[in-house]
């Protein structure tokens, strides 16, 4: 990451989303200090000696966006391909995702399965460039769920042990059964992880397990959530079918990942219950392309040709009742170049408005970092972003962040100026 010396830096004559409000505060004067937004004020309200100051010329400035679905790891678009990668592939991959992602606009992600303490601790110390991670280890699931990469000839002991936390796949631990689940959740949780991922229901990327069926039995689900709730953490659970989505926030999971196939009165359930979803939109549109179907055994292409019919009704279910609709994008492989046409894509069926607060104050909550990230507030951690456009206006305007953002600040430094 590109740094600078300056104590106090000074963004002058901007007009501020705050991360949630409907409407601009303008011609305003937005004070970083020691890495923290001190004070917003009338622009030229006060003199600042020894200040940089950067003229934003009535740009936008707003906070650094949130994806709240990331693969660190995940190197290859078909993903059993991954787990046979040799590790030091997989993190050069993963250097180069963070990297970009900041170039996005994104200084804050959450990993879903795979990143790690080792990663965390690399981007803490300086020796990677990328945004802050949330991570929460390895994703835990049944045999022949959706973190069960296996074929269905392979062995027993082909990259995975029941119950241990061990072996050699990078992405996910089979747990089959309360106690085996809740040893699962300790261990990843020992290694410092946010929260604890759940498969329960089938994905597009295993090949043996349907994707419309729940994977989980209640108390299994049950035994990952008291863990996780006892040290003030929460699970995320991956489910597209609705059902799933449903008996997972029943049982206590805070994180619905996908949720495609979601009905209106599974919405309004979810709502109601103070759950959050993650949409994943762009993923699914950029694996239909050509280059990206040809590298998947037909069992995935076949599931994302049924998934790609849900998607986007399923956004708008959720938005039409009044879910609280974080941001994610799952990519894989090449394909983490696409990440900001997510914008563009959820633009399809939703206000502009809502998509920027799922990217900003929505995740920030789901993260339980109110108040710190995702917003521009003083005492806010100083991750912001200065766009060339009013993306209330056009929210595609993010969909181009390298032709667009003129400034990228991370922790108070600078990683982009080009103003």
Same mark, same amino acid.
């Given at each position: ?13 901007? +007009? ?196 419309? !069926? ?54 309004? !359930? ?24 040809? +590298? ?60 920027? +607060? ?57 990683? +982009?100026?080009?103003?």
């Amino acid at each position: 990451m590109t740094t600078t010396t300056t104590t106090t830096v000074v963004f002058r004559n901007a +007009r501020v989303f705050d991360g949630h409000s409907p409407e601009l505060r303008e011609d305003c004067d937005v004070v970083v200090e020691g890495g923290v937004v001190r004070t917003i004020s009338p622009s030229r309200n006060a003199a600042f000696a020894d200040a940089e100051i950067v003229e934003c010329g009535g740009r936008v400035l707003m906070p650094g966006m949130i994806d709240a679905h990331v693969h660190v790891y995940a190197a290859d678009v078909n993903l059993p391909r991954v787990t046979h990668l040799p590790r030091t592939y997989t993190a050069h991959y993963a250097s180069q995702l963070l990297s970009d992602c900041l170039d996005h606009g994104f200084t804050t992600i959450r990993d879903v399965g795979g990143g790690d303490v080792g990663l965390a601790n690399a981007l803490r110390d300086g020796l990677v460039r990328g945004p802050r991670l949330f991570y929460g280890g390895r994703i835990i699931s049944q045999t022949g769920g959706h973190g069960d990469m296996r074929a269905g000839d392979a062995d027993l002991d082909d990259h995975v042990t029941h119950g241990c936390a061990c072996h050699d796949d990078i992405f996910s631990v089979i747990a089959d059964g309360p106690d085996a689940v809740r040893a699962a959740a300790r261990e990843e949780l020992r290694r410092g992880a946010s929260h604890i991922k759940l498969m329960a229901s089938g994905g597009m990327a295993s090949p043996t397990d349907p994707l419309e !069926f729940s994977q989980y039995s209640d108390d299994e689900i049950r035994a990952a959530v008291d863990e996780a709730t006892r040290v003030g953490k929460y699970v995320a659970a991956h489910c597209h079918p609705d059902e799933s989505i449903r008996r997972c926030v029943a049982l206590g999971v805070r994180s619905i990942e996908h949720a495609s196939m979601i009905t209106d009165d599974t919405a309004r !359930f979810v709502a109601e219950h103070g759950a959050f979803t993650v949409p994943t939109m762009v993923i699914i549109f950029s694996l239909l392309e050509k280059d990206s179907r040809d +590298r998947l055994p037909k069992a995935s292409v076949d599931k994302l040709v049924s998934l790609s019919k849900h998607m986007l009704a399923g956004l708008e279910t959720m938005h039409r009742n009044g879910v609280d609709i974080g941001f994610g994008t799952d990519l894989l492989g090449h394909l983490r170049k696409d990440q900001p046409l997510e914008f563009e894509i959820r633009s399809r069926v939703l206000p502009a408005l809502d998509i920027l +607060r799922s990217a900003c104050s929505v995740n920030a909550r789901l993260l339980g970092q109110e108040g710190r990230i995702g917003c521009v507030a003083e005492g806010a951690l100083a991750d912001l972003l200065v766009v060339d456009g009013n993306p209330l206006d056009d929210i595609r305007l993010l969909s181009r962040p390298r032709e667009t953002l003129s400034v990228v600040m991370a922790r108070g430094e600078f990683v +982009r100026r080009s103003i």
